[in-house]
Each structure stands twice: as C-alpha cells, then as structure tokens.
C-alpha cells in the first residue's frame, strides 16, 4: 500500500512539473517577448500622427531621417527674406556725390597758388589747377596720393626726393619750374569748365615769352588738349596726341625773329585719380624727360 501511494505520489508530482513546462512554453509561445526587444541599430523616435509619412522600422519605432541639405532656392520665410532684402546700415556702401562744375565761388575762400619760377628754367611744369590740399597747405602737389614728386626723382629730373614745402625752391635747386592752366583750385579736374581751361593758354603763351624755359612739361592730356584745342581753331586732338616730345611747331611762347619757344613734353598726370595708364607705363615716360634733363643739367655745368 505504501509503494503504491507513493507511486501516486510521484505520478502527481510529474503531471504538475510536466503542466508548469506546458503553461511556460505556451506563455512564451504567445507572447513571442523577443519580437519586444530594444536594439539600438538606430535612432528612434515614438511615432507620432504629426509623422505618419516618416519611415519606420520593422518594430513601429519612427527612424530619425538625416537633416536635409541646405539649398540656396529653399524657400525662406517672409522675415527672414526681408531681412535679406535690405542690409543693415552699417553694410550699406556710402553713395559718393557725383562730380560736375564747380563755380569758382565754391572755394574762394582758399587762397591762389602763386607760380615757382625764374629766367631760363629748364623745365617749366604745367599742372591742372590746385587741389584742395595744396590749396590749403599753399605748395604744390601736396596730396600723398599725387605722384608728382616721387616721379621726378625716380625718372632722373631731381637727385633725391624733394618735398612739397620745397616748391618755391625749386628754381634755385634744379632749375624746374611750376604753373597751372588754371589758377583757382577745385576739389578735381571736373569741376573746371572747357571755357576757362581754354582761357588759361594764353596766360600759359605769354609766361613762356616772359621768362623763356627751354621746355614746358604738361603734365597731364587733358591740359594738352586744351592747348591743342585752341592753337588749332577747335579741332581736337585726336589720333595726333601722343606722350613725350611734341614737334617743334607746338613750341610755346614763340617770339617771331627773337625766339624759337620752349620745346614741350607731355607727361602723363600725376594725380591719384588717373588710373589710365599703369604705373609702369608713366614711369617710362617720365623716364624721358629724366633723360633729357641730365643730359641737359650736365652740360650747362660744363658750360659754367
């Protein structure tokens, strides 16, 4: 009797294990728990209605798709397009007042450049007019952007470096000479009309009769045109201007019977603003001159 209850025993005791290995396969069979298993293949985000074309992952998770590239025809919003629109003040470029006749009132209240000069210059230099800055400090070509002076000394036509405030010396030093075909000065050559620069070439006629250089140097085109203009009944220069020495018929300050006139040399301008021609082809020209200026130089030492 005792091995047959225990034998019942045992009989139960199986049915129960073998029930609990039936309900734990049947629970894991249902469920499938690994089909709920985070991985961490890629970034997710909880699926929202907002984002119901985003694509997703075998599991229902949102996959975080990479940023779009920037465009430069991606539309912008209405702000942001009227900033663009109009810049800030301080990027905005200051608008420069347009340049154009100046009467001579303008600037009455600075004071005329008297000329440099003396007998027998060698070379006697025709500028424009005075600029402001020279009117003010009352020397030549006082602007730091004019070029006029470190022009002579490296073509040649001065031994060193001279400055403005020695303009008035200049006679004594080199034998050079200064003038303008226009005397009252102006903030540039635009503010000039045609009628009183064509004015000024007969003061420039009559100061070569006075004191007889051997060379007047325009030192500018537009200064040569003026004279040209007016020694040719209004024609104008043309295709017969060049740079350099001009034929002995354009002498100036020609005395019939008495004196053959000053040879002249155009030269190219000095001033900042001309940009026409490159800096190497002004210096050549300038280099001219300078050649003929030693030259020159060195024989009246010997004749002396």
Not at 238 to 265: C, I, L, T
Not at 273 to 284: G, V
Request: proline residues 8%; contains cysteine; hydrophobic residues 35%.
């Amino acid at each position: 009797m005792a091995l047959l209850k225990q034998s019942k025993g045992e009989q139960r005791l199986d049915e129960v294990e073998s029930l609990d290995e039936e309900r734990v396969a049947t629970f894991k069979g249902r469920l499938q728990l690994q089909d709920y298993m985070h991985t961490a293949s890629a970034p997710v985000l909880r699926r929202s209605p907002r984002n119901r074309s985003t694509p997703s992952t075998d599991d229902g998770a949102t996959v975080l798709p990479p940023p779009p590239p920037q465009s430069s025809t991606s539309r912008a919003s209405p702000k942001r397009k009227a900033a663009s629109a109009s810049p800030s003040p301080a990027k905005k470029k200051r608008s420069r007042a347009s340049s154009g006749y100046a009467p001579p009132s303008t600037y009455a209240h600075l004071s005329l450049l008297p000329d440099a000069v003396a007998p027998n210059l060698l070379v006697f230099f025709i500028g424009l007019n005075p600029g402001i800055q020279t009117a003010r400090t009352g020397h030549a070509y006082a602007h730091p952007s004019n070029l006029f002076w470190k022009l002579l000394h490296s073509s040649g036509v001065t031994p060193r470096l001279c400055r403005a405030d020695e303009d008035r010396q200049m006679p004594e030093l080199y034998s050079l000479g200064l003038t303008n075909i226009v005397a009252r000065p102006s903030r540039n050559g635009a503010e000039l009309s045609r009628q009183e620069m064509d004015e000024g070439v007969a003061a420039l006629e009559e100061k070569a009769r006075r004191w007889r250089p051997e060379t007047m140097c325009v030192v500018g085109k537009s200064i040569w045109e003026s004279i040209w203009r007016v020694r040719h009944g209004g024609k104008p220069v043309g295709a017969a201007f060049k740079y350099g020495w001009q034929d002995e018929s354009e002498n100036m300050g020609v005395v019939p019977g008495d004196w053959s006139g000053a040879r002249v040399f155009v030269a190219s301008s000095t001033s900042g603003l001309a940009a026409t021609l490159s800096p190497a082809e002004k210096q050549r020209i300038w280099n001219e001159l300078g050649v003929w200026v030693k030259t020159r130089r060195a024989e009246r030492e010997k004749e002396a």
